[in-house]
């Protein structure tokens, strides 16, 4: 199993692009998220997933678009990149929220100049 | 959107020493989770508690979810350098599907 996997793992981008980040899984999880971490602030929820072709927001969702076509996949759309964009972005899966492990990628750093 | 506020946002300390990091809401939370993550990676899930009240011992961690589930804690005995990382707690919501990080405390263990 490769369990969640992200790419790129680093990009650096021009504001005002566009640009897709990957996130797939192999664990057959109904449930994935989108996070981004910044300094002193832990992880928020940008986007999440509770199975294919089902998706909601979180509590920073302004600047981003999700799908999810498939169980194995969840990508995220930056639509016109800012500086303020500039972080680090984990996708997790897990079988459910309540109770159960999520597991993390190893994160794309993005940085928009 | 429930909060979590961790404390402290950093600690030093000597190898040998006990450490504790809290993690406090006003909400009430069906479950708390703690994970640790290294420089460059994702975070790793350490527990998981679900009762209030409930203790769970992982080697030198212990974790305690407070009896209103609100609140957790996290004690490290005799911190070693491998203790070394980002402990983040998170907390899933009574009713949906969102999972709440709170901020984060960095450990650092000097040899």
């Known amino acids: 199993n490769a369990g969640v996997t992200q790419t790129p793992k680093f990009q650096v981008l021009k504001t005002g692009q566009s640009m897709t980040l990957q996130c797939a899984q192999d664990?057959?999880?109904?449930?994935m998220s989108w996070y981004r971490q910044d300094p002193g602030m832990g992880l928020r929820l940008i986007h999440y997933?509770?199975?294919?072709?089902?998706?909601d927001q979180g509590e920073v969702p302004n600047g981003y678009n999700v799908s999810r076509s498939t169980t194995e996949d969840f990508p995220l759309r930056l639509l016109s990149a800012a500086p303020s964009q500039t972080s680090v972005y984990f996708c997790a899966s897990s079988r459910a929220i309540v109770g159960y492990e999520q597991y993390f990628g190893p994160g794309t750093r993005l940085t928009v100049t | 959107t429930q909060l979590l506020e961790q404390s402290p946002q950093f600690l030093s300390i000597q190898e040998g020493e006990n450490l504790t990091v809290y993690c406090n809401s006003s909400s009430v939370f069906s479950s708390l989770q703690w994970y640790r993550q290294e420089p460059g990676e994702g975070p790793v899930l350490l527990v998981t508690v679900v009762t209030g009240g409930e203790v769970k011992k992982l080697k030198r961690l212990t974790f305690q979810f407070g009896d209103a589930r609100k609140d957790s804690s996290l004690h490290i005995t005799a911190a070693q350098p491998g203790d070394t990382g980002l402990y983040l707690c998170a907390g899933a919501e009574a009713a949906g599907n969102k999972l709440t990080f709170g901020g984060g405390t960095r450990v650092l263990v000097k040899p």
């Open positions: 997933s509770v199975g294919a072709g089902i998706t």
């Open positions: 664990m057959n999880h109904e449930y």
